[in-house]
């Protein structure tokens, strides 16, 4: 069996002001069919070796096409999509013919004139191959489920975990699924039910934790195939986003619906049950004060460039500074100037450093600070399922109240605490760790902290999804009314 393969992933934050171009892929590597070769331990490189490895254990063969992936900011430039689109149908004209496609996308990918990038895609590539070969693809739980992407595939699954400790799991259900039917041993049918909610849904806590596992119980039984809750990603203002569940069953639509249908209902009785808990800055500071010995973990949510944000607002490192709070590291600033600065001053030299600030409103002001330079390192990275991200040249400068920041110069958001522990810190001996991410953080640093707080800062990404200033999806959701059903 031939199956062609392709990835491309990038969620688009509709309010964020700076488009993303093609410089905000090749910060990732922009890779030509070798992405699993030259590229084995990034995110798409991982992806595509696993592809390889699954079909090489049943006997296929795997035609890898082109594999891009950018940092969330802005509408994609057209022109980009439409040429990464166009490489990847071109290979696929290349490759024919072909008994099964799987591609590894994102589902939030917004460009110019484009509301639905993915669902833009498949239907390209359903034009190619046809109605007979089967058509699988991998989606991140942030995506707008379309319906152009249901009639254009066969399978869509999408990662169950927030944060995403699944990707490769997900992966090898869209692989064994997308193959059996080539193989003609299943006949999928998918219905969606859209839930008419729009929010954040933490599934390492109760009682996300709990439905994720009656999802996964559903799945093998009674001709279900595969489960998917898609939370959609709230600051995409197009006329599909929110969340949605969808059903995959073998041949009997009724089922589908009606497994789909019952999920729905569970998710909206304990909706108010899964609202994120959010102190302001001041109140989470105090709890953190408060600490018995091991680090309290603050998540800066709005500052997360995993959702668009700039990725250097200082509402929170102000408020620490000015409460003369001690023994508190902060991270990651992305803040080119600052880097460079400290650069050609070298290790060791204390100075007079302004931090962040500087990307616009949602940022704060930026702040002057006496500090001292204490690492510097040319490719500071971190790393999440086994994958590496960078950071790009790093500093880690520390004030006299031992406030230690990390500052880089690439946009991304803090998961791991390799993005401390790589320049020198030792997190242990912290009694605060401030990190810019909503929730990918949660599995790196939650085994090492007393609590985990999350912060009600200002910024780019607000939780009060009620005010998000849609302008294209529908105003009748919830939290915004309280029964989008009613009418």
């Given at each position: 069996m031939k199956i062609f393969a392709a990835a491309l992933l990038t969620e688009t934050n509709t309010f964020a002001p700076s488009p993303t171009g093609l410089d905000g892929f090749a910060a990732y590597g922009i890779f030509r069919g070798n992405a699993s070769r030259v590229a084995p331990d990034t995110m798409l490189g991982t992806a595509l070796r696993e592809l390889h490895s699954l079909a090489n254990t049943d006997g296929h063969e795997v035609v890898e096409s082109l594999a891009a992936m950018a940092q969330p900011s802005g509408r994609t430039v057209r022109q980009v999509y439409e040429r990464f689109r166009d490489e990847i149908l071109e290979d696929l004209r290349a490759s024919l013919p072909v008994d099964a496609v799987v591609l590894v996308l994102h589902g939030a990918?917004?460009?110019?004139?484009?509301?639905?990038?993915e669902g833009?895609?498949?239907?390209?590539?359903?034009?190619?191959?046809g109605?007979?070969?089967?058509?699988?693809?991998?989606?991140?739980?942030?995506?707008?489920?379309?319906?152009?992407m249901r009639v254009s595939a066969d399978i869509i699954v999408c990662y169950k975990e927030y944060p995403h400790t699944d990707v490769i799991d997900r992966l090898r259900e869209v692989y064994a699924l997308t193959t059996s039917v080539a193989k003609g041993e299943v006949r999928p049918v998918t219905a969606v039910c859209d839930?008419?909610?729009?929010?954040?849904?933490?599934?390492?806590k109760e009682p996300m934790a709990g439905f994720?596992?009656?999802?996964?119980a559903l799945e093998g039984k009674n001709g279900v195939l595969s489960v998917s809750f898609g939370h959609g990603f709230p600051w995409g203002d197009v006329p599909d986003s929110g969340a949605k569940v969808w059903v995959i069953a073998n041949g009997d639509e009724d089922r589908a619906r009606g497994v789909a249908e019952q999920l729905f209902h569970e998710l909206w009785d304990m909706r108010e049950a899964t609202r994120p808990a959010e102190l302001s800055i001041d109140g989470a500071l105090d709890k953190a004060e408060a600490g018995n010995g091991l680090p309290v973990v603050l998540a800066d949510v709005a500052d997360n460039p995993g959702g668009g944000a700039p990725c250097d607002s200082t509402f929170i490192l102000q408020r620490l500074?000015?409460?003369?709070?001690?023994?508190?590291?902060?991270?990651?600033?992305?803040?080119?100037?600052?880097?460079?600065?400290?650069?050609?001053?070298?290790?060791?030299?204390?100075?007079?450093?302004?931090?962040?600030?500087k990307l616009g409103k949602s940022s704060g002001d930026p702040i002057d600070l006496k500090v001292t330079v204490r690492a510097l390192k040319d490719d500071h990275h971190q790393t999440m399922n086994g994958a590496l991200f960078d950071f790009g040249a790093a500093a880690?400068?520390?004030?006299?109240?031992?406030?230690?920041?990390?500052?880089?110069?690439?946009?991304?958001?803090?998961?791991?605490p390799t993005a401390f522990t790589g320049v020198g810190i030792d997190l242990a001996k912290k009694n605060i760790v401030v990190v810019k991410s909503t929730q990918h953080f949660h599995?790196?640093?939650?085994?090492?902290?007393?609590e985990v707080i999350y912060v009600s800062a200002p910024g780019a990404i607000t939780l009060d999804f009620a005010s998000i200033p849609y302008q294209f999806r529908n105003k009748r959701y919830w939290p915004r009314v309280e029964n989008p059903f009613s009418m």
């Open positions: 990918m917004v460009a110019e004139d484009c509301d639905d990038c833009d895609l498949i239907a390209n590539v359903r034009r190619i191959v109605e007979g070969i089967p058509i699988g693809v991998e989606l991140d739980l942030h995506c707008h489920f379309t319906e152009k839930c008419r909610m729009v929010g954040v849904w933490h599934t390492t994720v596992k009656r999802m996964q500074v000015s409460r003369g709070i001690r023994n508190a590291a902060l991270g990651c600033f992305y803040d080119i100037g600052a880097v460079q600065v400290c650069r050609e001053a070298g290790v060791g030299t204390r100075l007079t450093l302004r931090v962040g600030g880690w400068v520390s004030t006299d109240d031992d406030v230690d920041i990390v500052l880089v110069s690439r946009r991304e958001q803090t998961f791991s599995a790196g640093f939650a085994p090492i902290a007393h």
